[in-house]
């Protein structure tokens, strides 16, 4: 499974932005290089849910693991339980 | 008359909210956008003598084209510098309140004296605040009353103005949620626009978001949560209204507002037919009586009532209430501030940039442009905010916040032009 291509699909479809396919790097600030804010990050979040099969403990997920793309992935496949 | 004090502090939500309660989801960690604090510098007073109290100080460049454009007033602030209140590591106003009420309030004596020796004009009442010696502020629960979605939704219903909801009180009610037809707006009882809402479009996103609330009910939280239907809006507005300390109601205003998928745009002053409108229906009435009930729970000073115009023609009188100022309450606070008419707007955009930005430059360029508002021209823009450009360069680009008024027969969208030009010449960019 390519963790940032999926991620960086889901971006482009929450921020409606198809110019922002490819973007995503491992380094990617999801809140300043791509201005996920407040009202996007629980479309976010559940998109990853849906997306990866896994369940985010809302009250549990750090801020900072959308500070950085690789973060994310490390997050997810922590949390996953499908085959990469 | 004693002196005046203005301040402002743009979330005051954060510190009404009741952190036993439900809540949308939500990272760990997630602060407000550093710029929002240094906003303040917009909150403008009414009277050449009033002192406006910023936690930087005011950019003396715009400063002065307010004062060349018949805006008086004093200021004063709490740090001297930008670079001052970045190296106290940036404490927004309840921090310094805080402070102010321990030991560590040394720094800020002249803040505190400033606050209790003046009548205080608040954005917000904080309840940390120093008290004045000349006024004392309502009763923290009656101005969590006031702001709650949850018991404005209840007490209009309670008086019968339209106001549709389903308040989640219980544990047991969770479940309500799935029975309510998709799509329809999730609220916190003090969410605010930008945060603390969700439209919730289909019924598997309700199912999980049920989960999630019943695992914060096992955890011991309860309450404030709000489903309220979907709206078929026309059109977005808000009425700014003031209840004084004896219980007197005065109306202010009325304003367009743009909102964008729960994202503020701006707000448009001349609004005639608006008006006809609201006036054709019982909407100043309904919200009296609601008002006036305020009052009964300890509840006095300003209102904004956040009402529509469905696309049938009705007059939706409460979506919310937000007993405090407003970016209404501002645009129009400006309005007669300067005399300048009543075709008014305000825009604000984000921004970005790299470096601190010398804001008179921007000031003149808009003037070459022939854009800058002054006397004896019609129309243009007045920048009312300039604080969020003078952060220092951190690893990213640095955010901030344009705000300004225009008036004219020029678009919102040809003023936008001239000033994404403008901006990027000193290295900003409009997003």
């Known amino acids: ?84 | 008359m004693p002196p005046r004090v203005y301040w402002a502090h743009f979330d005051p939500e954060a510190c009404w909210h009741d952190c036993n309660s439900l809540s949308l989801p939500a990272p760990l960690g997630a602060k407000s956008a550093l710029h929002l604090a240094l906003l303040d510098d917009m909150f403008v007073p009414a009277d050449a003598q009033d002192l406006s109290l910023t936690i930087v100080p005011k950019c003396q460049a715009l400063h002065d084209y307010h004062v060349s454009i018949g805006g008086n007033y004093h200021t004063q602030s709490v740090f001297e510098s930008v670079e001052a209140w970045v190296s106290e590591d940036m404490p927004s106003w309840p921090e310094i309140f805080a402070s102010i009420q321990s030991d560590a309030g040394t720094p800020y004596l002249e803040v505190r004296d400033t606050l209790s020796s003046c009548a205080q004009i608040p954005y917000a009442y904080l309840a940390q605040a120093p008290v004045s010696h000349f006024q004392s502020p309502p009763r923290l629960d009656a101005i969590r009353y006031a702001n709650s979605k949850s018991t404005i939704t209840q007490l209009c219903q309670q008086l019968e103005i339209p106001c549709v909801g389903k308040v989640i009180e219980h544990q047991d009610e969770i479940t309500q949620l799935l029975k309510l037809d998709c799509p329809y707006v999730l609220k916190e009882a003090f969410g605010v626009s930008g945060k603390g809402a969700y439209l919730v479009k289909e019924q598997r996103i309700a199912e999980r978001l049920v989960r999630h609330f019943q695992k914060q009910s096992a955890q011991g939280k309860q309450g404030g949560v709000i489903a309220q239907p979907w709206l078929d809006i026309e059109i977005d507005f808000s009425s700014q209204w003031e209840i004084s300390a004896c219980g007197e109601i005065t109306f202010i205003g009325l304003c367009r507002v743009e909102n964008k998928a729960f994202r503020f745009n701006g707000i448009d002053l001349c609004c005639q037919s608006l008006s006809e409108a609201v006036s054709h229906s019982n909407y100043y009435e309904q919200i009296q009586l609601l008002l006036s009930e305020l009052f009964k729970v300890g509840y006095f000073g300003s209102v904004c009532v956040d009402s529509a115009l469905l696309k049938n023609g009705t007059v939706y009188p409460v979506i919310e209430v937000n007993a405090r100022e407003s970016m209404g309450s501002i645009a129009l606070r400006w309005q007669n501030k300067l005399s300048i008419g009543n075709s008014i707007r305000l825009r604000q955009y984000d921004v970005t940039y790299q470096a601190p930005v010398n804001f008179e430059s921007i000031l003149h360029k808009l003037a070459l442009q022939g854009a800058l508002f002054c006397h004896g021209k019609l129309g243009g823009i007045i920048p009312i905010a300039a604080a969020s450009f003078g952060l220092p360069q951190q690893n990213n680009l640095v955010k901030g916040r344009w705000v300004h008024l225009e008036c004219g027969s020029q678009t919102s969208e040809s003023y936008r032009a001239i000033l994404q030009s403008c901006l990027s010449d000193v290295g900003v960019s409009l997003l």
Request: with cysteine.
């Open chain 1, 1 to 84: 499974m390519n963790y940032l291509s999926e991620i960086n699909e889901l971006l482009c479809s929450i921020k409606n932005d198809p110019s922002l396919a490819g973007q995503v790097t491992e380094q990617s600030n999801f809140i300043e290089d791509f201005g996920i804010d407040s009202l996007d990050i629980v479309d976010f979040m559940l998109g990853l849910e849906s997306q990866f099969d896994i369940e985010v403990d809302f009250d549990a997920f750090d801020f900072d693991n959308l500070t950085s793309a690789k973060r994310l992935v490390d997050y997810i496949m922590a949390h996953s339980t499908t085959e990469a």
